[in-house]
């Protein structure tokens, strides 16, 4: 069956692929001569860099004596690959490793997401965002400002849609404490918070100063985890002008520990929305 994301069909097939052409041994080189393709694009197509053309997939599903009646699933997936996810609309305003990122976030069925400075971007309120975005020390045009919070709202679908995702955030608690937009934005923005984490398919933890050290002053990272059991789970973690995409075994068991550590010395769900509101009330009130 198709997968909904373009993004997740392609890395699916490419490693599908990737995993064929192993097991039979065949060199890229030779891969290459029989698809008419050069042996660099064979290596792109089995890294997700590009996107098959059917028929290129269908004669390597040939090549690989894929059975007939697997066939169809692949070039099923081979023709979702191909299709333009909402993101790429907004291509220009968002670079290619991110692009990549929102293409898997919209296929993922549970996301683990943990954030040091500031509200989660699925939980952030379109003020906020704007907030954060006009904080950059560049200064950019009001349409372009206008399309990344957009971007970010339309993610955020994901939460609050029919079929949601499952959502388990910790944040640090100074992002409750840092104004972001000023009192009002701040106010809406933990009030925002509250709502979501009374979502079935949101846990919300905050990892407070009380906690003293720990594992996760590296940095904010996401684990995406998907409903195909053939698709490796992945961990992202973005820095200033990149991402790395982690996904093998023993990187993903390192998150995996982390993300469990936190989520020990964090707050639980109760006692995290109960600070959320203590320092709501705290929030002065303009006159």
């Given amino acids: 069956m198709p997968r909904n994301s373009p993004t997740a069909a392609r890395r699916s097939l490419a490693r599908f692929l990737r995993e064929r052409r192993r097991a039979a041994g065949i060199p890229r080189e030779r891969v290459g001569q029989y698809v008419g393709k050069n042996p660099v694009t064979i290596t792109r197509l089995e890294n997700a860099e590009v996107r098959a053309e059917v028929g290129t997939v269908a004669m ?60 989660p971007d699925l939980l952030q309120t379109p003020e906020y965002s704007r907030a954060l975005i006009e904080s950059e020390p560049a200064p950019r045009p009001e349409e372009a400002v206008f399309r990344r919070v957009d971007v970010r709202q339309r993610r955020q679908h994901r939460v609050w849609e029919e079929d949601p995702v499952r959502l388990r955030a910790i944040m640090g608690e100074g992002a409750l404490y840092r104004s972001v937009g000023g009192d009002e934005v701040m106010r809406a923005q933990l009030r925002h918070l509250l709502r979501a984490a009374d979502l079935a398919n949101v846990t919300l933890q905050v990892l407070p100063f009380a906690a003293g050290a720990h594992a996760g002053t590296d940095g904010a990272f996401v684990m995406l985890r998907f409903p195909d059991p053939r698709d490796r789970d992945l961990a992202y973690v973005e820095y200033r002008t990149g991402a790395v995409y982690l996904e093998e075994p023993e990187e993903l068991e390192s998150y995996d520990l982390l993300f469990d550590d936190l989520t020990v010395k964090a707050l639980d769900p109760l006692r ?7 320092v709501l009330s705290d929030i002065p009130r303009s006159p």
């Fill in 60 to 119: 390597l599903l040939e090549l690989y004596e894929v059975p007939p009646e697997d066939r169809g699933y692949f070039i099923d997936l081979a023709r979702s690959a191909r299709r333009r996810g909402w993101w790429q609309r907004y291509s220009k305003d968002m670079p290619s490793w991110f692009s990549v990122y929102v293409g898997l976030e919209a296929e993922a069925s549970q996301m683990c997401v943990y954030e040091v400075e500031q509200v």
């Fill in 272 to 278: 995290s929305a109960e600070l959320i509101e203590g």
